[in-house]
Antibody
Framework: EVQLLESGGGLVQPGGSLRLSCAAS????????MSWVRQAPGKGLEWISA????????YYADSVKGRFTISRDNSKNALYLQMNSLRAEDTAIYYC?????????????WGQGTLVTVSS | DIQMTQSPSTLSAFVGDRVTITCRASQSISTSLAWYQQKPGKAPKFLIF???SLESGVPSRFSGSGSGTEFTLTINSLQPDDFATYYCQQYNSYSWTFGQGTKVEIK
């Protein structure tokens, strides 16, 4: 069974940093592109970043470009999101999501999410 | 970025009804469209890809259609488990974008 488990969320002050992790199991992690998708409280889904199978290609939404960095460690079946210069509007549940196939752009498995709250 | 607009935002229906949700793209995305279902406090569930291809295990009462800029998700004979929020998502070009969601409520 495919499982994605996010961790690392919490309360952080504006301007602060946080690193999210996503641990994958039950899947050949190194053969799928991965993404981060977030959902602000009571709002819709927002794709924010994707990474290719090898990690050599990364993509970002304009809302996080230059502040967030996606990475992966295929030896550890892990996906990461380094978030810097956090703003109040970054407050959301952050989901990691697995592409249906490499660079498919749509997602068949999602984690349960980790909540990031940016507030002073 | 390609903008995705869903209508209606909220839909009230009875169990057994046929419901249709529309998703419009700001430019042509061919058939690069997926649909997801989300229940409160849960992660989204993948339903449909390539506008009309049903994911394995998804009930056949769900169907999708469309191409270019206009797409629909239809649920035939709405079941109690179907009351949820539905999102479309384009994957034709980065940045991938979602519609704002359509909440299907019990009437």
């Amino acid at each position: 069974e495919v499982q994605l488990l996010e961790s690392g969320g919490g309360l952080v002050q504006p301007g602060g940093s946080l690193r999210l992790s996503c641990a994958a199991s039950g899947v050949a992690f190194s053969t799928y592109a991965m993404s981060w998708v977030r959902q602000a409280p009571g709002k819709g889904l927002e794709w924010i970043s994707a990474i290719s199978v090898s990690g050599g290609r990364t993509y970002y939404a304009d809302s996080v470009k230059g502040r967030f960095t996606i990475s992966r460690d295929n030896s550890k079946n892990a996906l990461y999101l380094q978030m810097n210069s956090l703003r109040a509007e970054d407050t959301a549940i952050y989901y990691c999501a697995k592409d249906v196939y490499d660079n498919a752009g749509f997602f068949d498995y999602w984690g349960q999410g980790t909540l990031v709250t940016v507030s002073s | 970025d390609i903008q995705m607009t869903q209508s209606p935002s909220t839909l009230s229906a009875f169990v057994g009804d046929r419901v249709t949700i529309t998703c419009r793209a700001s430019q042509s995305i061919s058939t690069s469209l997926a649909w997801y279902q989300q229940k409160p406090g849960k992660a989204p569930k993948f339903l449909i890809f390539k506008a009309s291809s049903l994911e394995s295990g998804v009930p056949s009462r769900f169907s999708g259609s469309g191409s270019g800029t206009e797409f629909t998700l239809t649920i035939n004979s709405l079941q109690p488990d179907d009351f949820a929020t539905y999102y479309c998502q384009q994957y034709n070009s980065y940045s991938w974008t979602f519609g704002q969601g359509t909440k299907v409520e019990i009437k």
